[in-house]
């Protein structure tokens, strides 16, 4: 199937965004050789900085084949940039409404006509503290099994080391360095002939998130941990343990339930 043209919305847009791109970060792009030349297909990519789109989005559209993003619904409602991001052919998603699945369907089509659409499979920055790839959502695993179109892992460093995960001021200087290294096609061949159950979209997933953290580690020359951050476990743990200085307090004698937990946390570490 063949690729579709880049349209001028994205020649326009990167015709804006380039220069500054080019003038605030150095490039050392890899694997550009593992983007399909032609046909549809996905490209997972870890998220760890809110510049990282601009910038992956700059990596791809040197390839020749432009990514269609997954972007909020809001953003296509608001004046110029909402005419860019339409333009562009990124891709609405509409939370916690009756048109949820709409940006699944969507995906779904543009991978059928050619296109690459482009998953941050986490679903928004990392939260793990040293920016290793988190658990990720289905939706990537999803569309790759629906459509049986290959999965291309991405990794990307250094617009974080630009602007930090929830921040608000980037360290422009010293000059940072964008590094991408996009591998290998991920098999899910095993999975094709499978119910699409929780079970196995979960397990496609991991197995999608194990290759996009490989990447990573050719990058950063280490090793990730090897469990992913899980965001839930840990909204988990930290109501436990929550609950348990709160129990902690209201068996303390007054006036003493300020002192004790911290004085238990001292002495099990």
Request: hydrophobic share 35%; aromatic share 8%; proline share 9%.
């Amino acid at each position: 199937m063949p690729r579709r043209r880049i349209g001028f919305w994205y020649r326009f847009a990167a015709v804006i965004c380039k220069p500054p791109l080019v003038v605030l970060i150095k490039r050392d792009w890899r694997g550009m050789e593992n983007i399909p030349a032609d046909g549809g297909f996905i490209t997972a990519v870890n998220h760890n900085s809110h510049v990282d789109p601009f910038a992956y989005a700059h990596y791809q559209y040197n390839t020749g084949r432009v990514p269609r993003f997954l972007a909020k619904s809001g953003l296509f409602k608001k004046g110029f940039v909402g005419a860019a991001m339409r333009g562009t052919g990124q891709i609405p998603v509409y939370r916690e409404s009756t048109d949820a699945l709409s940006a699944f369907r969507a995906a779904i089509d543009a991978v059928e006509r050619g296109e690459c659409v482009a998953f941050y499979p986490e679903g928004t920055l990392t939260r793990d503290p040293d920016g290793w790839p988190m658990t990720a959502k289905t939706g990537a695993a999803r569309v790759a099994l629906q459509t049986k179109c290959p999965v291309i892992p991405v990794a990307q460093w250094g617009c974080n080391e630009l602007l930090p995960p929830y921040a608000k001021k980037p360290h422009l200087l010293p000059r940072k360095t964008h590094h991408v290294l996009a591998g290998p096609p991920v098999d899910l061949s095993r999975f094709y002939d499978k119910e699409m159950t929780a079970e196995v979209l979960k397990e496609a997933t991991e197995v999608i998130m194990a290759a996009v953290t490989r990447q990573l580690e050719e990058i950063r020359g280490e090793k990730a941990p090897a469990t992913p951050y899980d965001p839930r476990r840990e909204r988990i743990e930290q109501r436990r343990r929550t609950q348990a200085q709160t129990r902690r307090g209201e068996r303390a004698p007054d006036g003493q339930h300020d002192e004790q937990p911290q004085q238990a946390e001292g002495q099990s570490t």
